[in-house]
């Protein structure tokens, strides 16, 4: 499925301009447009609401009492900055761009897209590197569609490798997308015995004949985030597409696996098609 259509989630979290001008180049590899969806928490809203609400100034350690308005002059003032920088990086890449503001709990009407990108500490500054953020969760928790969770760095001229069972290739046309830009593809496949590895292989390379990438293929046996790591590692993949049903991110928490692995993870879904309308 070719890729057209990026967003990326931001919220008042983001002082990191990085995040855009790797959202922008992504869109760029994949010949698509970008959408930056700025995210606002109705939380953040009702506790500026309250009587004895206490913010830190970052760069004084000094405290003030959180007033309404200028907590909306804020947001004002980072989605103004936000805007600006995407418009610069999007000439940059040569990529049209706009921006749209949504709130956290309207997250799963998110606009219509084809690749949804998250930085995975978006809605928080976490405790720890394994932690998600709050608009990262709901993301990966809620959104149907394709999502890339990420951390800063998104490197898609590096092989792309994805993780498939002997059954499914729900999460290769969307590696295949993605592996245009480096045309380098590594598929990993869990299988649970020589002949069933070799008749998927055969499969994958029929499938994958007619494509522009250079394919290489590796027999992964009850795979963990370890051992994901090492293989992935080992031949140099910017990113890791998983189908977000598949039995591994069940028995390991993404966040948990996100710190394994060290590059980005793409939780491939299959978007449901829309109702066909039957003439009255």
Known sequence: MPVRRVTLAVDATLRDQQVLRAATRIAAQLKAEITAMFVTNAELQRFAHLPTATEVLVRSARTRLTEPIDLALDLERL???????????????????????TTLEQLP???????????????????????LGSVAAKLVADCREPILVFDRELALHKPIGVLLGEDGDGALDMALSLAQASGRLLVLIDAHDRESFERTSKRIANK?????????????????GQVLASSLHRRGAGVLVVDAADPLLQREHLASLLEALRIPVLLARQVPSPPKRHDQ
Do not use: K, M, N
């Open 79 to 101: 989605l103004g900055t936000i805007e600006r920088e995407l418009r610069d990086f999007a000439r940059e890449a040569d990529v049209a761009w706009r921006i749209v503001s």
């Open 109 to 131: 009407d998110i606009p219509s897209t084809d690749l949804l990108l998250v930085d995975r500490r978006a809605g928080a500054t976490p405790v720890s590197r394994a932690e």
């Open 208 to 224: 994958v004949a007619q494509q522009p990438v250079v394919l290489e293929i590796d027999w992964i046996r009850a795979p963990h």
